[in-house]
């Protein structure tokens, strides 16, 4: 599998245990990041395989039909209308066939929440982005995914969306 953004690797972290036997590979934008979460992960997770590279989720840098899972959290938000449609693209091109697209971007159905983030997110735009809408979620479609569930899931104390969708 595939994590597009790792940051501090907690997903990649539970994917990994979750994956002892499987290839797993992260990205992050940030080198420094992705060489500590690199670091991390060998070292509490032994048994299994991660390898954590610096680049963009816009332009993975891996061949066609390479995973059969991609795994995006909370990178989205960070990026533009265009720019989200580009990393689609790039999600499906690089999943094999029937692959699956695991995306969790922040929940918007809780109103304490949203008011919270747009104070917080007015203050740090590059930091913490936008909360994505039904508009983004619909780019799911038009990159070729087909949307099999989607669930509000609260983690921690922030409401998420995880949508799991497959190729078309
Ligand atoms: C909010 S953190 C999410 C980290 C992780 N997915 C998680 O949920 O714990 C966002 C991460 O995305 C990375 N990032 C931002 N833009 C990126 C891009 N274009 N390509 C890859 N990583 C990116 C940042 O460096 C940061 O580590």
């Known amino acids: 599998m595939l994590e597009l953004a790792v940051g501090s690797g ?7 245990a979750r994956n002892p036997t499987g290839f797993n590979v992260g990205m992050d934008l940030s080198p ?10 060998r070292k509490e997770h032994l048994e299994a395989f991660c390898a954590i590279g610096a680049s963009d989720c816009r332009n993975i840098p891996f061949k066609n039909c390479c995973f059969e899972t991609v795994f995006s959290c909370l990178v989205l938000e960070l990026l533009s209308h265009d720019e989200i449609m580009r990393t689609l693209h790039e999600a499906r091109r690089v999943l094999k066939p029937g692959g699956v697209f695991i995306l969790i971007v922040l929940g918007t159905d809780r109103g304490y929440f949203n008011s919270y983030y747009r104070v917080a997110s007015s203050l740090a735009p590059s930091l913490l982005g936008r909360q994505l809408g039904q508009a983004e979620l619909g780019l799911l479609g038009a990159a070729g995914f087909r949307i099999e569930k989607s669930a509000s899931v609260v983690q921690r104390w922030y409401p998420t969306r995880v949508v799991v969708s497959r190729m078309t």
Not at 32 to 41: D, G, P, S, V
């Open 10 to 16: 907690e997903m990649m972290a539970k994917i990994a």
């Open 32 to 41: 420094q990041m992705a060489l500590a979460t690199e670091r991390r992960l």
